[in-house]
């Protein structure tokens, strides 16, 4: 049972234009959600959070965008870059079952900025 | 700064062998956690540790698989006797304790491991 969906196995977007990447998930105790970004034959590194007491997270030029009620969030990078492609995972976590350390990841989008 | 460190980056073995993966993580970093990426169900958390003990093994998929962090700088995962489907590129990730601020945990590499 997927509890974080990553609908989109993949995007196209234009250097200079808005990417969303979208994720849902089903599980209501959520109450921590992270992006992390992949670059082929690396790790995961981490980009962006946001606390469910928050709808709005921003950094540069990324931000997401947490709607509890709709149990989605969404990932915005403006304007994308050629250097933005990769894969994105999102991720949850609960403090009532370990917090940061039980992380449920999505199956990831990868993201594709074309020139 | 050396991040996370994994070894082998690349396995290939044949069906029934035993497989060992090597982790080093972050020096000082309390917490060492094990993951396996599939395309089909994407990063699963396999086992944590803290302080190197296991505190959650849950995400093990069965008893061919086995974790052992002996020392607060060395990992392994073992996979005896490995099965195809157990291929899947597995990553190491460690993280410091205590609240960060933003529960980052930082990832090796991974091993892409490919059984016959």
């Known amino acids: 049972d997927q509890q974080v969906k990553q609908n989109s196995p993949s995007l196209s977007v234009q250097e200079g234009r808005i990417s969303i990447l979208n994720c849902d998930y089903t599980n209501s105790m959520f109450d921590y959600f992270l992006w992390y970004k992949k670059y082929p034959a690396e790790g995961p590194t981490f980009l962006i959070s946001i606390s469910s007491i928050k709808d709005k997270n921003e950094d540069g030029r990324f931000t997401v965008f947490l709607n509890k009620s709709a149990k989605h969030l969404s990932l915005h990078i403006v304007p994308s870059q050629p250097g933005d492609s990769a894969v994105y995972f999102c991720a949850a976590s609960s403090i009532l079952t370990g917090g940061g350390n039980k992380l449920t990841f999505g199956t990831g989008t990868q993201l594709k900025v074309e020139l | 700064d050396a991040g996370v460190i994994q070894s082998p980056r690349h396995e290939v073995t044949e069906m029934g062998q035993e497989v060992t993966l090597r982790c080093k993580p972050i020096?000082?970093?309390?917490?060492l956690f094990w993951y396996r990426q599939t395309m089909m169900r994407g990063l699963e958390l396999l086992i944590y540790?803290?302080?190197?003990?296991?505190?959650?093994d849950s995400g093990m998929p069965e008893d061919r698989f086995s974790a052992k962090m002996p020392n607060a700088s060395f990992s392994t995962l073992k996979i005896q006797p490995s099965e195809p489907r157990d291929s899947a590129v597995y990553f190491c990730?460690?993280?410091?304790?205590?609240?960060?601020?933003?529960?980052?945990?930082?990832f090796g590499p991974g091993t892409r491991l490919t059984v016959l």
């Open positions: 540790f803290n302080n190197n003990v296991p505190i959650d």
């Open positions: 990730a460690s993280r410091p304790g205590g609240f960060s601020g933003t529960d980052t945990q930082y």
């Open positions: 020096s000082g970093h309390d917490y």
